[in-house]
């Protein structure tokens, strides 16, 4: 696939062209908030939390990511879903990209999969790659802000992201939006703000900033530490989340019990849980997204 990397687009400024993972992607990494981190400063990401990466961009805890199979399978079938999205689409050319700094504000980067440029018109698209291992109900919102920055930093008014999803091949239009751009920029800024002033960002209850806490002091010291109040709320938080998994395992039982061997359960016309096989044993998953 060729490149279309000019030194200016749109206003914005070409970094540079990174191999991903390589040193020198790294480093500009750490020194501004790209797309793909930015659901996770807006709290969008169920998988990292602004606190942890507040931390990596300190340095404080390692900021490689551990490439797992979902991970390893979307970067091999990148390209090729490009190709046939250019195949499907004749009247757009498809090119790599570089990465870019917003002219306005050298922290927000920009660095999408891919551009299309329309033969006729010589309109620009961003084009974005997701796959999943299951289908989506609907786009994650944490890729539509991805999207969004990108239209944003870029100065492009039109974006696509093209998604294998659970086998299904699916194209969502991103209308650029001016609003949710500002909106989402001031987040950024507050976020590097506390970046810059080393000034921690908000406790958001993640799993993720706890593990985050966990490698930023690894140390064991025979010490002891007077904490107050927040002693008294952790102590009651423990005893309510262990009576709370007691009852939660009770209803658990309950309507395994009243499903008998059914695959989902209703109320009303709303499925509220279902049944998978795990290891040759039903499991029952509670639908958080059931809105009762």
Not at 87 to 110: I, K, L, S
Not at 180 to 186: G, R, W
Request: charged share 25%; with cysteine; proline share 4%.
């Amino acid at each position: 696939m060729e490149f279309y990397a000019p030194e200016r687009l749109n206003g914005a400024r070409l970094l540079g062209i990174y191999a991903p993972g390589s040193p020198e992607w790294h480093t500009e990494r750490s020194l501004g908030v790209g797309g793909s981190e930015v659901g996770t400063v807006l709290g969008l990401n169920p998988w990292e939390s602004a606190y942890a990466l507040w931390a990596k961009k300190l340095n404080l805890i390692p900021s490689e990511i551990k490439e797992n199979w979902a991970i390893r399978f979307g970067k091999a079938f990148e390209a090729p879903i490009l190709m046939l999205w250019a195949e499907e689409h004749p009247d757009w050319e498809v090119f790599e990209t570089g990465t870019y700094a917003d002219e306005d504000c050298d922290y927000r980067r920009a660095n999408p999969d891919a551009i299309a440029r329309h033969r006729e018109t010589g309109e620009l698209m961003v084009v974005e790659v997701k796959t999943a291992r299951m289908s989506w109900d609907e786009v994650p919102r944490a890729y539509l802000a991805q999207v969004q920055h990108y239209m944003g930093v870029l100065k492009i008014h039109k974006g696509i992201i093209v998604a294998v999803a659970g086998m299904t091949w699916n194209e969502y239009d991103v209308l650029y939006n001016q609003e949710l751009i500002d909106v989402q920029n001031v987040a950024l800024e507050r976020f590097w703000n506390s970046v810059k002033s080393e000034t921690k960002p908000d406790w958001d209850g993640s799993e993720s900033t706890y593990n985050a806490v966990k490698h930023m002091n690894p140390g064991l010291n025979d010490l002891e530490v007077e904490i107050g109040d927040l002693g008294q709320e952790l102590y009651r938080a423990q005893i309510a989340t262990d009576e709370g998994y007691k009852y939660l395992m009770l209803l658990k039982s309950k309507t395994l019990d009243t499903m008998g061997s059914a695959k989902h359960a209703l109320v009303g016309e709303v499925r509220v849980a279902s049944r998978q096989i795990r290891a040759g044993t039903p499991t029952l998953i509670v639908n958080k997204k059931a809105n009762l």
